[in-house]
């Protein structure tokens, strides 16, 4: 009788958890399979003014793996950022990936318990640091971690992106070759513009000056990432949904001269995918340099759902 009394007394004082499962997260070294990806009809010769070099699909047993929303490489490594405060980071190598290892961001908003607290869809590395600049987008913050993602430096919810509505918020990030950085809104505030800021240093310093302008992004198109190119024009690269289930995303160039205080910037459409050449959520984009080509890698986010593999694509930029 006695324990039945405090099995009861525990059940009545307790309160049971009602609420979303736990974030899964991403184990210390996860293993990863990759294998080609040619699209149906195989790859067109040119994609605008984009080149078709390689096509992978990602995938792995580690329940955290996927959703990936954003990517960054650094010392020849690729950094892959789920929206779940969850980084894959490994050096691609003859259709294998080596050394994979697995981080989990040291802090962020709210508790972390589930997705909606931690929906990071943004990332900027230091190439020479390895500091780490992440967007959070329900939040509409910013954070800034040491190398590795286990220590945080810094952190802030901007004044300009507070109004932001959530899960429209802080989609894309980026950092400009003279140390300005630049977010950018998903939908607001309406169907053809897109809130945006642009701040004079590091956004997570309290004296960083900000000043808002506006990107009209192609009709019906969403920014999800964008990417600074060398001669520092950006890369952004936008989304569409259609039903029943389809993506299809747009490149945009940005000259970075453009880039204004109070500015209605419009950019140039330089390459589309599309069914078949690609039907996923094209989140993510980065580029780097191969022997004086400039090389625009996408990854794709597949939202979750396990039987969709998540896609790496990699072309050169004519």
Same mark, same amino acid.
């Given at each position: &009788?006695?324990? &039945? ?16 499962? /736990?974030?899964?997260? =991403? ?9 080609? #990806?040619?699209? %149906?009809?195989?790859? %067109? ?10 096509? @992978? ?10 959703? +990936? ?9 690729? +950094?892959? &950022? ?10 691609? /190598?003859?259709?294998?990936? =080596?050394?994979? *290892?697995? @981080? ?31 967007? $959070? ?7 800034? @971690? ?9 952190? !802030? ?17 980026? !950092? ?7 977010? $950018?809104?998903?939908?607001? %505030?309406?169907?053809?513009? !897109? @809130? ?44 569409? $949904?259609? #039903? %029943? +289930? ?19 910037? !419009? ?11 690609? *039907? ?14 400039? =090389? ?14 998540? #896609?790496?694509?990699? $072309?050169?930029?004519?």
């Amino acid at each position: &009788m006695r324990w &039945m009394f405090c099995v009861v007394a525990v059940l009545l004082v307790v309160p049971r958890y009602a609420g979303n499962e /736990r974030l899964p997260l =991403i184990s210390a070294a996860p293993s990863i399979t990759v294998a080609r #990806y040619v699209p %149906p009809g195989g790859w %067109p010769a040119r994609i605008g003014q984009l080149t078709p070099l390689a096509g @992978y699909t990602l995938r792995s047993h580690d329940p955290a793996f996927g959703g +990936f929303s954003a990517i960054a490489w650094r010392g020849g490594r690729a +950094f892959l &950022m789920s929206d779940g405060a969850n980084v894959v980071s490994f050096a691609l /190598r003859q259709d294998v990936a =080596i050394g994979a *290892r697995g @981080y989990v961001l040291a802090d962020g908003p709210a508790i972390g318990w589930d997705r909606a607290d931690r929906d990071s869809e943004s990332l900027i590395l230091d190439p020479a640091s390895g500091t780490a600049w992440v967007g $959070f987008e329900n939040q509409n913050e910013i954070w800034r @971690y040491r190398a590795n993602f286990q220590r945080v430096e810094g952190h !802030r919810a901007p004044d300009l992106m507070r109004s932001w509505v959530r899960n429209q918020g802080a989609e894309a990030f980026v !950092r400009l070759h003279d140390g300005r950085f630049v977010a $950018f809104a998903e939908r607001q %505030p309406n169907r053809r513009s !897109r @809130y945006a800021v642009l701040f004079s240093g590091d956004p997570t310093n309290p004296k960083t000056r900000a000043a808002p302008f506006r990107f009209l992004p192609p009709d019906r198109f969403d920014p999800s990432d964008a990417t600074v190119l060398p001669d520092g024009d950006l890369l952004i690269l936008t989304r569409r $949904f259609r #039903y %029943p +289930f389809s993506f299809s995303a747009k490149l945009v160039r940005v000259p970075v001269a453009a880039l204004r205080p109070g500015a209605h910037v !419009r950019g140039k459409v330089i390459a589309t995918l599309a069914a078949p050449v690609m *039907r996923e959520n094209c989140e993510g984009i980065a580029v780097t340099q191969e022997a004086g080509a400039t =090389i625009v890698w996408i990854v794709t986010d597949n939202d979750g759902m396990p039987f969709r593999p998540s #896609y790496l694509l990699k $072309f050169r930029l004519n």
